[in-house]
């Protein structure tokens, strides 16, 4: 039962355009969602989060987006850099432990 | 300052022996969570502490898998008799507590079991 789910594999985008990444959940009781990017050899970095009571939240480049109703959440990075290739983690929790999806794999092309 | 820390970064083993893994979370971080990532797969909740108890040890997988947190700080993970569907890396979390607060990562231990 997977409740967390990242149905796209991989995303290729070009430099300057912008990367949208998505994510679905199942369990209404999750109330903070949460969005991690992971180079090879390296632990997931916190980007971004943001709780149910929101449906917005912006820090430079990445926003991500939250609609309870779909219960979908999305990560939208403008512009995108090469840098940010890396695979994506959209991750969720009701208080305590996070349940992560199976990860977005980004490349940005020069 | 410093993150959290993971020994060792990469152990390869015998199946069939003992391992345990070490994390050193973010100094003040009263939450701390063990996960892992088999290859190709995401990331797959194990067990987490508040100060030195374990409220939710859901994740792990059979009774082969232990931990413990002393001190509220380190925490080891322990595998007996290893098996090679045990080959992941391991991951180590901490946050300031349990209720919406970011996790960071460890860069994890990569466990091969041959």
């Known amino acids: 039962d997977q409740q967390v789910k990242q149905n796209s594999p991989s995303l290729s985008v070009q430099e300057g355009r912008i990367s949208i990444l998505n994510c679905d959940y199942t369990?209404?009781?999750?109330?903070?969602f949460l969005w991690y990017k992971k180079y090879p050899a390296e632990g997931p970095t916190f980007l971004i989060s943001i709780s149910s009571i929101k449906d917005k939240n912006e820090d430079g480049r990445f926003t991500v987006f939250l609609n309870k109703s779909a219960k979908h959440l999305s990560l939208h990075i403008v512009p995108s850099q090469p840098g940010d290739s890396a695979v994506y983690f959209c991750?969720?929790?009701?208080?305590?432990?996070?349940?992560f999806g199976q990860g977005t794999i980004l490349t940005v092309h020069p | 300052g410093a993150g959290v820390s993971q020994s060792p970064s990469n152990k390869v083993t015998e199946k069939g022996k003992d391992v345990e893994l070490r994390c050193d979370p973010i100094?003040?971080?009263?939450?701390l969570y063990w996960y892992r990532q088999s290859l190709g797969q995401g990331l797959e909740f194990l067990i987490y502490?508040?100060?030195?108890?374990?409220?939710?040890k859901s994740g792990l997988p059979s009774d082969r898998f232990s931990a413990e947190r002393t001190g509220g700080s380190v925490s080891t993970l322990t595998i007996q008799r290893t098996q090679q569907e045990d080959s992941a890396v391991y991951l180590c979390?901490?946050?300031?507590?349990?209720?919406?607060?970011?996790?960071?990562f460890g860069n994890g231990t990569r466990l091969t079991v041959t």
């Open positions: 369990n209404s009781m999750f109330d903070y």
């Open positions: 979390a901490s946050s300031l507590d349990q209720y919406n607060s970011p996790l960071h």
């Open positions: 502490f508040q100060g030195n108890s374990a409220p939710d």
């Open positions: 100094s003040g971080h009263t939450a």
């Open positions: 991750a969720a929790s009701p208080g305590g432990k996070l349940t």
